[in-house]
T-cell receptor
Framework: GDSVTQMEGPVTLSEEAFLTINCTYTATGYPSLFWYVQYPGEGLQLLLKATKADDKGSNKGFEATYRKETTSFHLEKGSVQVSDSAVYFCALSEGGGTSYGKLTFGQGTILTVHP | EPEVTQTPSHQVTQMGQEVILRCVPISNHLYFYWYRQILGQKVEFLVSFYNNEISEKSEIFDDQFSVERPDGSNFTLKIRSTKLEDSAMYFC??????????FGDGTRLSIL
């Protein structure tokens, strides 16, 4: 079945450092890929998405590129802020047509950014 | 921005009791989902619901679980006879179709 693997956490960085959170996936078809973020005490919020190979999703300075050849969707940000401290989830969906369908999540990576 | 609203935020229940978790979807959304996250584990899919019926469910979603949309607005998850291992964060998510899912803030369910 489908699966998503994220790099081991937690990740601790200083403000303005470069961030990479690795994500690889296994899927039978051509999934859509997502990054969700969860701030303390809140639900999951969509950060960015990509629906086909070589697409780059971007939002709030974060980027991820859908790499079919390496089955990866690594999250990057050039300069993190303290406010980026949260849990980041990589996810995929095999849905198509009228709905993305269910999401399959990675285990989440806790990011802590220090001033 | 429209939100998915879940109630209660925290539910404490004795083992064996029934619980109902509630979700108010974003108004034009037609696809509804429940997920759960046991502490320290992955977010897991439970069930999807469209056009007043279950469209997909996971192996976790056994006979103790049910979903319905009784009044056309609230989307509920019922656990008939709770077990200790049902303790988790339960997330409702909704979407309008070929758009990403929007999540609520979750209900923390604690079974004693």
């Amino acid at each position: 079945g489908d699966s998503v693997t994220q790099m081991e956490g937690p990740v601790t960085l200083s403000e303005e450092a470069f961030l990479t959170i690795n994500c690889t996936y296994t899927a039978t078809g051509y999934p859509s890929l997502f990054w969700y973020v969860q701030y303390p005490g809140e639900g999951l919020q969509l950060l960015l998405k990509a629906t086909k190979a070589d697409d780059k999703g971007s939002n709030k300075g974060f980027e991820a590129t859908y790499r079919k050849e390496t089955t990866s969707f690594h999250l990057e940000k050039g300069s993190v802020q303290v406010s980026d401290s949260a849990v980041y989830f990589c996810a995929l969906s095999e849905g198509g047509g009228t709905s993305y369908g269910k999401l399959t999540f990675g285990q989440g990576t806790i990011l802590t950014v220090h001033p | 921005e429209p939100e998915v609203t879940q109630t209660p935020s925290h539910q404490v229940t004795q083992m064996g009791q029934e619980v109902i978790l509630r979700c108010v979807p974003i108004s034009n959304h037609l696809y509804f989902y429940w997920y759960r996250q046991i502490l320290g584990q992955k977010v897991e899919f439970l069930v999807s619901f469209y056009n007043n019926e279950i469209s997909e469910k996971s192996e976790i979603f056994d006979d103790q679980f049910s979903v319905e949309r009784p009044d056309g607005s609230n989307f509920t998850l019922k656990i008939r006879s709770t077990k200790l291992e049902d303790s988790a964060m339960y997330f409702c998510a909704t979407s309008s179709g070929n758009q990403p899912q929007h999540f609520g803030d979750g209900t923390r369910l604690s079974i004693l």
